[in-house]
Every structure is written in C-alpha cells, then in structure tokens.
T-cell receptor, first 118, second 112 residues
Framework: GAVVSQHPSWVICKSGTSVKIECRSL??????MFWYRQFPKQSLMLMAT?????????EQGVEKDKFLINHASLTLSTLTVTSAHPEDSSFYIC??????????????FGPGTRLTVL | AQSVTQPDIHITVSEGASLELRCNYS??????LFWYVQSPGQGLQLLLK??????LVQGIKGFEAEFKRSQSSFNLRKPSVHWSDAAEYFC??????????FGAGTQVVVTP
C-alpha cells in the first residue's frame, strides 16, 4: 500500500519557539493532505485541509496564524506550529489522499509526530 | 455534517473470547466508513473499510464489520481476541471530499 511518512517522529521544544512538521507521500502524489491533532486519550480532530498550490482550509476554532500549513508539492505538506506553548503539546497526524487512480476516498495516514512544548 | 458515536469508551475482554465494538454514524449521503486501530504512541492502522456493496466487510487480523443502514451502524467484530488486540479502536466516517470524522474511540483491554 501507499506510504506516508512524517518527520520528525517526536520533537521537544521550548515555549515560544516554532516547530515544523513534514508530511510526505512516498510513493504516490497527493493533491490533498489533512492534518489532525490528537490529545492524550482523545480522538483525532481535523485541523485543516491542505491542497497543493493553494491555501489551506482550517476547521473552526483552529488558529491559521498559529498553525501554518504549506502544501508546496504533490508529495509534501508542512505544518509549522508558531510560538508554541505547552498547550500545543499533542500528537499530530497527517493523511494524504491519492491524486488519481485510487479507490474513492482512499487515504493513508502518517505515523504521527509527538510534540512536547516545555 | 457527519458524526460518529462509539458508545463504549472502554471494553475488557478475555483472551479467546469474542469482541464487538459498536459504532453509530450520522451522515446525509452514502457513508464511507472505516475502522482503525491505534497502539499507544503509534499512528493509525486501517482494519477495514466500507464504500459500497456487500455489507459484511472482512478486514485484517481477523476482524469484520457489518454495515446496517437501517440502524446507522457499522459494528466491528472479532470471534476470538488475542492479547495483541489490546489497543484503541476508532470508527470513522468520511465525506465525498475525504474529510474524516472520528469517533471518540474504544479502549480494548485483553485479560489472560
């Protein structure tokens, strides 16, 4: 099956700094990628939809200036958490939707990135 | 807007016993339904999915799920659980654009 990677798998940063998380589709092209956040012992919550070459669409309540999303190519989307604070500590998961030749709504999830803000 | 309800937050089952996890959804059109499993600190692994056709879906690791439109349900079953099945299980529904709505999850504990 198709593979989605995330880098880094975990990161620890100081409060006030910015952190960039990468999501890559390794063996397929993805016109659409999604970013989710998962707090401990909770479900995944969709943060934003990222479309290649256009601005991301954010879900209600998600600060677009804080969570910058860039989908610059068909295989890479990045999420930058700006001025991170301890409450941003979470597990961030991306998913990628195949551009063509795939089953309807076929998506593949990355392994997740654990962010801890001190 | 779609929504997913997993009524059971936590289930404890003996190894070798059968397991059923409940999932109810709300969606205006034909739903695209999924079950995922997540081990602690790990990403999601797809167990099975339903798009159309046969309402009884077979997945990996011996899991199956049945889509019942009349009950708006997509329950997951396994006839005999193994200790390695202990994990968090998420039911999800996707719309035509691919946006997922996940249920709250069910924690499965397997006892010897």
């Amino acid at each position: 099956g198709a593979v989605v990677s995330q880098h880094p798998s975990w990161v620890i940063c100081k409060s006030g700094t910015s952190v960039k998380i990468e999501c890559r589709s390794l063996d397929f092209q993805a016109t659409t990628m999604f970013w989710y956040r998962q707090f401990p012992k909770q479900s995944l919550m969709l943060m934003a939809t990222s479309n290649e070459g256009s601005k991301a669409t954010y879900e209600q309540g998600v600060e677009k200036d804080k969570f910058l999303i860039n989908h610059a190519s068909l295989t890479l989307s990045t999420l930058t958490v700006t001025s991170a604070h301890p409450e941003d500590s979470s597990f961030y998961i991306c998913s990628a939707k195949q551009a063509s030749g795939s089953s309807y709504n076929e998506q593949f999830f990355g392994p997740g990135t654990r962010l801890t803000v001190l | 807007a779609q929504s997913v309800t997993q009524p059971d937050i936590h289930i404890t089952v003996s190894e070798g016993a059968s397991l059923e996890l409940r999932c109810n959804y709300s969606y205006g059109a034909t739903p695209y339904l999924f079950w995922y499993v997540q081990s602690p600190g790990q990403g999601l692994q797809l167990l099975l999915k339903y798009f159309s056709g046969d309402t009884l879906v077979q997945g990996i690791k011996g899991f199956e799920a049945e889509f019942k439109r009349s009950q708006s349900s997509f329950n997951l079953r396994k006839p005999s659980v193994h200790w390695s099945d202990a994990a968090e299980y998420f039911c999800a529904v996707a719309d035509s654009w691919g946006k997922f709505q996940f249920g709250a999850g069910t924690q499965v504990v397997v006892t010897p």
